[in-house]
């Protein structure tokens, strides 16, 4: 039997590189990512050989049509892996098992056709498990594995001994997921990249913002003030042309001092909308300092731009209301592309929550056709949810 070699753990996306807008996402995922994933299902075409021998019998066209398949769910799988890995750096853990789980029905359709040569197969399922699953998982994985390796041989009629291949089984399940460990923080890297970016950016639109209030408003609110106090000593001045003329001059000064600093005021308040991402990372720096464990989201990317500033109040509100109020070792913030969750293991609410924030926060919601729901979380504490209606 001639099995997989242990470089299949190559087959690891590259770094993301990042695009501009907001929905951005890393080239060269989903479109070819499957590639990846293809080039190294060549160490199938052993199996595939000895099933198509038995072609001319039920079981060689089942393991035939069973080992094409496998190649499909892993090819897809892989692809599928890599654009939800690099976009958001979290896999859901439920969502492996299925897989694998078809994975192994595929591989045991397949044994009566191709024999002992199938087992080339179990190195595909421990790469998807190594680089998918957390690390107690993967090690039952592995197990599980290299005990079938190990046994199957013993018990099936016909089957030659594999404990040569075991060795190459477990070469290429640990390089994989030290391979997907290396992915992930190159990702984390990526991700805390780009929010420092944002941060300074943000930071930078801030600092304008403040130098044009306190620069260009303060000058129109004197001169308004000016305007003002000459049209009122101009009414001690006997009336003439030339004095109605100064007046309705001045008035028109006044307004137009009036709606420049109506503009400015509406132009510094559209620069100081809150940024998700820089909200998150201000969150972590909040938890950090009051010494409480922070389970927050890598990446905001899945988030439709319309809900991102009312996430954004709705992160500042419920950190702030965990580090004052809740009392808790422990603050979860879940995100969805439809939802926003905070919620701690603290002291939890007792009775309606009210409060100015969380009217504020619904009437936000309200406006962009979303809800504030309030309650108790699950670990006992507080839970503050904003998803849409």
Request: hydrophobic share 50%; charged share 20%; proline share 5%.
């Amino acid at each position: 039997m001639t099995a997989a070699p242990s470089t299949v753990a190559s087959s690891s996306p590259p770094a993301p590189r990042w695009v501009g807008g907001d929905d951005a996402r890393p080239l060269g995922t989903s479109r070819i990512g499957w590639l990846w994933a293809a080039v190294w299902l060549v160490y199938l075409a052993v199996p595939v050989r000895t099933a198509w021998r038995a072609r001319s019998t039920a079981a060689g066209v089942i393991a035939v049509v069973a080992l094409l398949l496998f190649a499909v769910l892993f090819a897809t799988y892989f692809a599928w892996m890599r654009a939800r890995r690099i976009r958001s750096n979290e896999l859901p853990v439920l969502a492996v098992w299925p897989v694998l789980a078809g994975m192994v029905l595929l591989l045991a359709l397949a044994a009566p056709g191709a024999g002992e040569d199938v087992m080339a197969g179990a190195i595909y399922v421990g790469v998807t498990a190594a680089m998918t699953l957390p690390g107690r998982q993967v090690v039952a994985v592995v197990a599980v594995l290299t005990a079938a390796t190990v046994v199957l041989p013993r018990v099936v009629p016909g089957w030659n001994s594999l404990d040569s291949f075991i060795p190459e089984l477990l070469l290429a399940t640990f390089a994989a997921y030290g391979v997907g460990l290396v992915i992930k923080r190159n990702i984390e890297l990526a991700q805390a990249r780009a929010q420092l970016v944002e941060l300074a950016v943000t930071q930078e639109r801030e600092r304008l913002a403040r130098d044009v209030h306190d620069i260009l408003g303060h000058s129109l609110t004197v001169i308004t003030v000016k305007t003002e106090l000459a049209g009122r000593l101009l009414e001690t001045v006997p009336d003439g042309p030339a004095v109605a003329r100064v007046r309705a001059e001045l008035s028109d000064a006044e307004r137009l001092a009036r709606e420049a600093l109506a503009d400015v005021r509406a132009t510094v308040s559209g620069m100081r909308q809150l940024s998700l991402p820089v909200e998150l990372a201000a969150a972590r720096q909040a938890l950090d300092a009051a010494g409480i464990a922070a389970e927050l989201p890598s990446a905001v990317d899945d988030v439709p731009p319309g809900y991102r500033e009312l996430f954004a109040f709705a992160l500042r509100e419920g950190v702030t209301n965990v580090v004052r109020h809740s009392g808790g070792s422990r603050c979860v913030v879940a995100l969805t592309r439809d939802s926003l969750e905070v919620r701690d293991d603290g002291r939890g609410p007792e009775g309606a929550v009210s409060g100015a924030g969380l009217n504020g926060m619904r009437e936000r919601a309200a406006a962009v056709g979303a809800r504030v729901e309030t309650g108790r979380a699950a670990e006992g504490g507080f839970l503050l949810r904003v998803a849409r209606a």
